[in-house]
């Protein structure tokens, strides 16, 4: 088994180190990640500017880019071979709910599974690395099972996993979930430069909003690990029927003469 693994916290933090060690003793392991923290960087692939790569000390690529931009990378030229899963983390703090929109982390998963690879996005909870040798130890027992389940080097699926950060032992069994919902941003924070001009920085996540029995929020609280599907597919398919009776009024010629 080939797996790629990055994430976007950058290729020191302890969470990919964690992972790569947990990895390497079932697999052929790879890290191709950003040379900096790239968090909530979402899908973002560079496209404006020259992306380097350079060899870590410890064998680690590492790309002056984006997450999605390191596995574009490596799946398109780099790494010479397609490997057979692409894992992304271990995320230094949650990616629930709406998160998952603006997580690099995810990013980096989805760029495998654009490219028709089997994808694992792997968070801790609570931000600070507590138990991340815990939580790798997770993220490998969970590899190895779908493994054994032929689930690895099949169909392209993609998985968000979130990991409560707690002793290997204090982890309760995996819980299939749906997403949660956050609250609105917390306020843009002002603050004045040196130079007497204003700054603004984006505002924490908002609180839990949807947090009920069945979403990743409510399954970590209680200590289990979340395993959420995702797909890519962004279409309001529920809405589509009154879009369409919509949109047909929109060009009917009556509805171009009130235009007019």
């Known amino acids: 088994m080939k797996i790629l693994i ?13 992972l790569h060690a947990a990895l390497q003793a079932i697999a052929d392991v790879e890290v191709v990640a950003p040379e900096h923290n790239n968090s909530a960087k979402s899908n973002a692939l560079t496209l404006h500017a020259p992306l380097y790569v350079q060899r870590a000390a410890n064998g680690f690529r590492y790309v002056n880019g984006t997450p999605a931009d390191c596995v574009h990378i490596a799946l398109t030229g780099l790494l010479g071979y397609r490997p057979d899963l692409v894992v992304s983390g271990i995320n230094n703090g949650a990616n629930m709910g709406d998160d998952t929109i603006y997580s690099g982390t995810v990013g980096a998963a989805m ?20 138990e991340v040798e815990a939580a790798a130890r997770k993220a490998r027992e969970m ?3 779908m493994q054994r389940h ?7 699926w993609l998985l968000n996993v979130n990991i409560p950060s707690l002793p290997f032992d204090a982890l309760r069994p995996l819980r299939l979930c749906r997403l949660g919902r956050r609250h609105a941003a917390e306020r843009v924070i002002e603050q004045q430069s040196p130079r007497g ?4 920085w984006i505002g924490g996540a908002g609180a839990a909003k949807d947090d009920a029995e069945g979403t990743d929020f409510h399954a970590t609280v209680q200590g289990h690990v979340s395993v959420t599907p995702l797909k ?3 279409t309001d398919h529920e809405g589509l029927g009154y879009w369409g009776q919509t949109v047909q009024r929109m060009a009917s010629p009556a509805s171009q003469g009130e235009a007019d």
């Open 143 to 145: 590899v190895e099972q």
């Open 232 to 234: 890519v597919d962004l």
């Open 150 to 156: 032929s689930l690895i080097g099949a169909a392209p």
């Open 197 to 200: 001009e204003v700054m603004y």
């Open 6 to 18: 990055s994430n976007d916290d950058g290729y020191q933090a302890p969470g990919i180190v964690a």
């Open 111 to 130: 760029e495998g599974y654009l490219f028709g690879i089997p994808a694992i996005a792997f968070s801790q909870v609570d931000k600070g690395w507590g």
